[in-house]
């Protein structure tokens, strides 16, 4: 007999629903959910392989330590407790800035990561604290700390209104969108051309995004910042509408961004004059036009300028805050800190040892992983938690990476398989199935082009002796800590904390509750379905336990399995200002600071080529190339090279190259297209299955190359400690 389950995709952002098919155990069959209240049944190659991940025979059931260089299955107990004594160990004999933690991508797409990496981060105690977000949208969170004065307060496109959108470097053909949840891009887009709209593209690359956009425009990589500067010039220069009072700064912007014009930023971004002028007219008399900048925009040593400017444009033109242009969703679960009226936001609280950078959000920088392992002297970092993330692949000069990793003396990995990274591990930690646990989009909830709440409860039941995720992070937290209370004591205390702060907040509707009686409420669920009631429950349309009876509950969520629509996004602003003076600035004096250093690109530069990414609708990122389905078909790894510059190189398709840049060589077959723009190459991030020690038997037999091997560590975004992943200087050769 078949059964069905219905829940929310979790590996990427557009949050499609899925309907399973499911006959006992095994899952038949996943489909889009045309029920689903914003995905109405898209759904992805990806989502079709839930089943697959789940059944995968190399996904990790059983702990394992490693002992004489071997990895062993061990208990839970074992396992938890030898992680924590290694750790406990290092912290006590050098202190805790001797500890790092690397937390990566998927721990954004699963509760136990959004819920339960406080506590274990507060308990490692140490500075050293790295994440995907360096080496992805961290330029987007400063320049919104700065103008919004809340680093989680973005603006996303509202694309089901818009008549006008300006795409930079985006692919979400590829991607699925990002920073901008919206399941089912393609449709989206074509429903802005449908009724009489258009796209723009911005990219080194035509892409498949660019293919189906009205123009695209070629642009030399890196200099996003330089062209959107021009374009606030532009609109600037033609007059402007007049800004609301709460916006302030537009006059010191105004004059420092005045040498970036349409003319002078042409040489270095390869776009001529005309075509900025033209684009500015057009945006700036749209009835309603939107700037939306992603991965190639924000990946380069610009991504901060590029971030704020893109805003700007948004401001300057009058399309922050209205319907059609930039928007803030209202989240179903709003952290206090989305108040309005808040303390601002602040980078540099503290500083990296080695590079000096400043921090941002208690982060520093990926790329300054290594020297914090490799640099002796105290507070170098002797033991490493990786959790839900493969720095061996993702992170620049993923080579001296690996050699870092094994110079660690103590190293855990939370992950389902035996990855690039987890194999450098003493102790790895696999979490359930990706369906044997609920889910619920925490990060993505507050990026929806509509507002939308959605819970998933587990498909199948976890094995009874398996931890939950939430379980290993709690238990690590207080194997680290050596306290003596449980998990579910762990567990309840920060529950009952959070209910506390909640109850108390006047803009929440259960402000005055009783907190015995909201507890007993809540206290029918536990771990993160109790956190996710009580953020329901208080947040901006909750039921406030009664006080607001057909408002949000966990409850609500697990009757409506194919999600409550909470309606378009609604103007915000200026209430939704964090900063102190509950204003939106325009011109932070920091990034106008860093505008020197962007008009240096002006004067030209003499690279020959430039590497730029891709990603592909098969992928994510590093680690779903062990699913069959996903990687069969013709290689994929391949570095996209123009018929001229390949003639100029005496390559033809199919033969190698080598790929040297600053921080490495690599070899790579070429794929000739007119796509790319001449003097740019690209490759797709995320392979180099190529490790012996790693357990991934079908990614093995396609292994390609970590394009990370050539992303040099020192090349940073200043303001966000973000790297650099596209806009690589390289040389090319004909391998022969
Ligand atoms: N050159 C280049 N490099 C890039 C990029 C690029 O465009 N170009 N993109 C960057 C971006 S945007 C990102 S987000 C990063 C991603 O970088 P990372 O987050 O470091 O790496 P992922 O490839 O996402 O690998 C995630 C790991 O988590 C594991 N995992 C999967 N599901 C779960 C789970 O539920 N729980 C746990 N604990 N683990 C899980 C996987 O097995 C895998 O080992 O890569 C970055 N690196
Ligand atoms: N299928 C699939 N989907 C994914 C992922 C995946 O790995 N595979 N990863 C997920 C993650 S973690 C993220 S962060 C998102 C990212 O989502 P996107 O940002 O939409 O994805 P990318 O494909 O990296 O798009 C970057 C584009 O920027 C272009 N580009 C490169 N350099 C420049 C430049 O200097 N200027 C301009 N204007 N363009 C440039 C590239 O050619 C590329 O087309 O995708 C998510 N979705
Ligand atoms: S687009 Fe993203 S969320 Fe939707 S099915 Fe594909 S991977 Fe899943
Ligand atoms: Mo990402």
Redesign the pocket.
Known sequence: MTTTSIRTC?LCEATCGLELTLDGGSVKVIRGDQDDVFSHGFICPKGTTLGRLHEDPDRLRQPLIKRNGEFVEVTWDEAIAVAGAGIRRIMDEHGAPSLAA?V????V??L??SLYLRPLLKALGSPNVFS?ST???MPKHVSSGAMFGNPDLIPVPDIDRTDYLLMLGADPYESNG?LATAPDWPGRMQAIQGRGGKIVSVDPRKSKTAKASDEHIFIKPGTDAAWLAALVTAVLEAGGPDLPDFMTGLAEAKAALAIFTPESVAAATGISGDITRRIAAEFATAPRAVAYGR?GTH?TEFGTLASWLADLLNAVSGNLDVPGGAMFPLAAIVTPKTQPGGRGFQTGRYRSRVGDYPEVRGEMPSAALVDEIETPGAGQVRALLV?????A???PDSGRVEAALDRLEFMVA????L?E??RHADVVLP?PS?LERAHFDVAFTSLMVRNTVNYSPPTFEKPEDHLS?WEILLGLAAAIQGTDLSIDQMDEAGAAALLAKALTNPASPAFGTDQVIAWDQVSRFTGPQRILDIRLRTGPYGDGFGNNPDGLSLQRLIDHPHGVDLGALEPGLPLASNNPDGLVHLAPSQFLADLPRLAKILEGSSDTFVLV?R?QLRS????MHNIEVLVKGKERCTLLMHPADADSLGVAAGESVSVRSDAGEIRVPVELSDDMMPGVVSLP??WGHDDPEARLTVAARRPGVN??LL?NRTAIDPLSGNAR??GIPVELARVS
């Open positions: 979790p690397y990566g991508n998927p721990n797409h699963n136990a990561g995907a080496v992805d949208q990002s991965m990946t959790v839900g993330g493969n720095p692949r993702s992170i939370v992950d389902p398989y990855s990274t987890a979490p990706v995720e990414g990603r994510n990122n590093s680690w991030h995320g394009s990370n992303s992943l596209n």
